[in-house]
């Protein structure tokens, strides 16, 4: 037996175990799983992004090492997709940091500024990498509950104020996973205010900006004065362009804490594939149709299923912005039972909201990463159980 390091023993357990354990059971019995578990896109990424990374896979000056912290070109696509996107100016040289992923700069980033025994605050439910990886360099985890009473907004103001000046980073995520909720302008500046309070570094996660519906366009943390004093904000492509096997992300806003995410990149990886870069440059100054399209399937997608949710007696609030429908469930179960109960009985999988964090319990997730075909299916099977 090798033994392993103590921090990957001291990861919680796996929850989706059983349920992945159950999935392959009846995969393997030949039943017709729909998955509405995993937040990857099920559509392809658009044509012209594709020619773009032949073109440049072909093209020798792209075969060497890259840039540690990105390819020029790329940082001015973002830097002038900020400004038309969000009207927000960043410096493409010191504010823009490449990523391969945004789930590799947000897993780094507790190395640059977190030592043993500093404190984040983290929400909870949330996307899990904040924590695993604040826990990986030694951090401890305050957790900020979000909760249908809080609008799934952390309260700021109940954090105790021993604990907020201990801490050092602060992670936000809006368009948020796994609750779907948005956030505006007047949180943002709490965030900002709070962060200058207590000298703290703000970690949003704007992975979801671009998946609005009904013409919902959600705002980057920068729009909001003083935002690049106290903190960055993580991006990526995957989602917005339906690229998340390409692996690329940025890091955007404060210079001095993405040179501090830099060192810790360049003694680890070796950047993003230059042509991967020219791809994304396609995608980011390209005519934006194609995301467009996009926010039209997801809300015709999430249509389908909030309505169908509400004849069979589940009532989710529809979701303004992402692609994740979070239901509250009947009170006689427990969210990894329900997503149990959908599993063997109907065949579908969901992700149980305790597996996002102990305030997730009573929801579960649902993706719409499904046809509206599919999703209707669904909800006829669901219909038919009894809970
Ligand atoms: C909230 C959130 N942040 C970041 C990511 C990571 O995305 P990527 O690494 O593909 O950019 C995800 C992926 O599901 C996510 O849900």
Not at 17 to 25: F, H, S, T
């Amino acid at each position: 037996m090798i033994d392993r390091a103590v921090r990957l023993k001291k990861l919680p357990p796996y929850l989706f175990q059983e349920i992945d354990r159950l999935k392959a059971e009846l995969m393997a019995k030949g039943v017709d799983v729909i998955n509405l578990g995993v937040g990857d896109p099920d559509l392809p990424t658009p044509g012209h992004i594709i020619e773009e990374l032949g073109k440049a896979a072909a093209d020798p000056a792209n075969h060497q090492y890259p840039s540690y912290s990105g390819m020029n070109d790329f940082k001015d696509s973002v830097a002038r997709w900020y400004k038309s996107r969000f009207g927000v100016d960043l410096d493409a040289d010191r504010e823009v940091l490449t990523l391969i992923g945004s789930k590799e700069g947000i897993a780094h980033l507790p190395f640059a500024f977190i030592n043993p025994g500093d404190l984040s605050l983290i929400p909870s439910p949330a996307y899990p990498v904040y924590n695993v990886t604040n826990m990986f360099a030694g951090g401890e985890s305050y957790f900020m509950p979000l909760t249908r009473e809080n609008g799934f907004l952390p309260d700021l103001k109940s954090v105790p104020a021993d604990v907020a000046r201990r801490a050092k980073l602060l992670f936000i995520n809006y368009p948020n996973n796994p609750t779907g909720a948005t956030a505006e302008r007047d949180f943002f500046q709490r965030v900002i205010d709070f962060a200058k309070e207590y000298d703290l570094i703000v970690c949003h996660d704007a992975a979801y900006t671009e998946m609005g519906f009904d013409g919902y366009k959600p705002m980057s943390f920068l729009e909001v004065p003083g935002a690049k004093e106290v903190g960055i904000e993580f991006h990526s492509l995957s989602k917005t362009y339906n690229m998340t096997g390409w692996r690329l992300g940025m890091a955007v806003g404060n210079a001095q804490v993405l040179d501090g995410l830099g060192q810790i990149k360049s003694n680890i990886d070796s950047g993003a594939f230059n042509a991967v870069q020219r791809a994304g440059i396609a995608a980011l100054e390209a005519d934006q149709s194609c995301v467009s399209e996009m926010q039209k399937i997801y809300q015709d997608r999430r249509d389908a299923l909030i309505g169908g949710l509400q004849q069979i007696g589940l009532h989710p609030e529809p979701p303004k912005a992402t692609f994740y429908v979070w239901c509250p469930i009947p009170a006689a179960f427990k969210s990894k039972e329900f997503t149990a109960l959908l599993l063997r009985e109907a065949g579908i999988v969901t992700t149980p909201g305790s597996g996002f964090g102990e305030p997730g319990e009573g929801y579960v997730r649902m993706a719409l990463t499904v046809s509206k075909e599919r999703i209707e299916e669904a909800v006829s099977r669901m219909r038919k159980l009894s809970f």
